[in-house]
């Protein structure tokens, strides 16, 4: 083996640990989410309507899961409120893109 083969070698070698050093420092260091977790239509009132919806859904199960009344009625009116909320916000999401778009035409 010639001495520019064995450099290449060497080379190689210590690129694929310093690789191997960033890839691993990056496992422990960089959170990883799932890309369907991130919902760039997502505000502040999504955050308070989902605080409210656990919160009477919570009280809903230490009041032993009730099927009528009070609190069975606030636990599906906050849930409704949530998931309406959720829909319009994707909606006018999509909607000020589809406008952005419409105007490059």
């Not at 191997?20 to 959170?31: K, L, N, P």
């Not at 309507?49 to 899961?65: D, E, P, T, Y």
């Not at 998931?83 to 000020?96: L, M, P, S, T, Y």
Request: net charge negative; glycine share 4%; hydrophobic share 35%.
């Amino acid at each position: 083996m010639d001495i520019d083969a064995m450099d290449n070698l060497c080379l190689d070698d210590l690129y694929e640990g310093i690789v191997s050093s960033v890839y691993d420092a990056s496992v422990q260091t960089v959170v990883r989410v799932k890309s369907t977790s991130l919902k760039s239509f997502w505000n502040e009132e999504l955050d308070s309507l989902k605080q409210s919806a656990i919160f009477w859904h919570n009280v809903c199960i230490s009041a032993g899961r009730p099927g009528s009344g009070y609190v069975h009625k606030l636990k599906c009116s906050t849930k409704l409120k949530y998931k309406k909320g959720i829909r319009d916000a994707c909606v006018n999401f999509e909607n000020c893109h589809d406008d952005e778009l419409f105007s490059h035409f």
